[in-house]
């Protein structure tokens, strides 16, 4: 793996369910997936629904494959595994991995969140990258039981982000506002949902902050149809604290 760049001022974090490589148009296609993410020109990316050596999308390590097309550093966490292969979720980094835990969370969905330390030279910081459940009741118990626990107690600037399957009304997503900020308030572009990507009706992916980060702006990504979701885009400076 690459050791990366250790000099930071603003940060282009990307949270991207890329629904295994699969567009609208119900073809696999990781190229297709890469292009939109090398035009984000990322720093971070937060990947659900990746695969890795299923026959069903050619053997393909997906997040092996992207990060290797983005000149990236990455890791895995599997939730889900099969014979062969597995998927889960998985986080790309232009800068060192220091370390990653995969944390499966309890229910009827096949859900995780992967929580990776990133390294740079004015801090460490620590990653959150989740899915969860398709019941009311089992994400508000993933978050307030497993996922929140571990973001309170980290030492570090902290970014939790992903696929979170919760409008922004509900009561889940109240519970982690007590927490966090959402990046969304910074909001400067037009579209204002992330699904489905051909005609959005639902804001169900997010990108939240810590008090060590300065929000800078937030764009979901319209017209690509790479994935059932868009791209949810946000910019943030790293303080030094």
């Known amino acids: 793996m690459m050791t990366g760049n250790s000099d930071i001022s603003f940060l282009t974090i990307v949270t991207y369910n890329i629904q295994h490589g699969r567009g609208m148009d119900g073809q696999f296609n990781l190229q297709r997936t890469a292009y939109v993410l090398t035009v984000l020109n990322p720093d971070i990316v937060l990947l659900q629904e990746a695969d890795c050596r299923r026959p069903q999308t050619r053997m393909s390590h997906q997040p092996a494959f992207l990060a290797k097309m983005l000149n990236m550093n990455y890791a895995y966490g599997a939730v889900r595994h099969y014979r062969p292969g597995s998927y889960g979720n998985a ?27 990133i390294g740079t ?25 497993i996922i929140l626990p571990r973001v309170s107690a980290a030492n570090s600037p902290v970014l939790l982000g992903g696929d979170f399957n919760a409008r922004p009304e509900s009561t889940e997503i109240s519970l982690v506002k007590d927490y966090l900020q959402d990046s969304f308030q910074a909001n400067s572009g037009e579209c204002i949902h992330t699904f489905p990507s051909d005609q959005p009706y639902a804001r169900i992916d997010y990108i939240f902050l810590n008090n060590n980060w300065e929000l800078n702006d937030c764009k979901i990504i319209p017209h690509t149809q790479a994935s059932d979701h868009l791209p949810l885009v946000v910019k943030v400076l790293l303080a030094n604290r």
């Open 91 to 117: 986080v790309l980094s232009r800068y060192p991995i220091v370390n990653y835990e995969n944390h499966v969370l309890p229910g009827e969905g096949e859900r995780c969140c992967l929580e990776v330390e």
């Open 121 to 145: 030279s004015l801090s460490n910081f620590t990653v959150f990258n989740l899915h969860l459940g398709l019941k009311a009741a089992e994400r508000y118990h993933q978050l307030q039981n």
